[in-house]
């Protein structure tokens, strides 16, 4: 099994919808981080969390909210989604600076 | 302006040849220099990893860092088709562990 998953794997939804990336890891790293990438940007950090209690925004948090739920647990929501929050998200763990993918999520805002 | 520039490519190469990717970066507290290699539909994957200036050689792979020009640089000989992806550069700051600076990313594909 793969040790950073995310559910689901593809979505489309439509403007205005709530919508909630989930994240899950079994490598027991403390840190965890969402990101979005969008052809051209790269990958840009949304939230990071290094602890169940430590929430911390990144460069672009507008819009979006997280969960720190469990220390293997980690859900990026959009509240209300709008046609320019469609990428691809990634979250990532981290351990003496190396971060750990999951497979990404495909996300499409109509 | 973008803390990391990465030309996206594509960077097309024949099998065999050497790939010369690279990065420059602004933020002249960036102290940690990574390389990523990321498959179509997967995830990033940790390729290289080196701190402050200097090579770091790792099979076919080989990483440098000048922090003098703020250059980053990998390369890889013998390239071959399954070297076929996107290649993310990635810096961090030391006090700002783990909040990683990506560049953009260069497709690269290697032509049987």
């Known amino acids: 099994d793969a040790d950073v998953t995310q559910t689901p794997r593809n979505r489309i939804t439509k403007t205005g919808k709530r919508i909630m990336l989930e994240c899950s890891q079994t490598?027991?790293?403390?840190?965890m981080y969402w990101y979005r990438q969008d052809p051209g940007l790269g990958l840009r950090l949304i939230y990071y969390s290094f602890d169940v209690k430590d929430i911390n925004k990144g460069e672009i948090s507008d819009g979006y909210s997280v969960s720190r739920q469990a220390q293997a647990k980690f859900s990026l929501s959009l509240e209300s989604a709008i046609p320019n929050q469609t990428a691809l998200y990634f979250c990532?763990?981290?351990?003496?600076?190396?971060?750990?993918f999951g497979p990404g999520t495909r996300l499409t805002v109509l | 302006q973008k803390e990391v520039e990465q030309d996206p490519g594509p960077l097309s190469v024949p099998e065999g040849a050497i790939v010369s990717l690279n990065c420059t970066y602004s933020n002249s507290a960036f102290q940690y220099f990574m390389w990523y290699r990321q498959y179509s539909r997967k995830g990033p994957e940790l390729l290289m990893y080196t701190y402050s200036s200097g090579n770091k050689e790792d099979g076919r792979f080989t990483a440098q860092v000048d922090k003098s020009s703020k250059y980053i640089s990998l390369f890889i000989r013998d390239s071959q088709p399954s070297d076929s992806a996107t290649y993310l550069c990635?810096?961090?700051?030391?006090?700002?562990?783990?909040?990683?600076?990506f560049g953009a990313g260069t497709q690269v594909v290697v032509t049987p």
């Open positions: 990532a763990t981290e351990v003496l600076g190396t971060q750990y």
């Open positions: 490598k027991g790293h403390d840190r």
């Open positions: 990635a810096t961090a700051a030391t006090d700002s562990w783990g909040k990683l600076q």
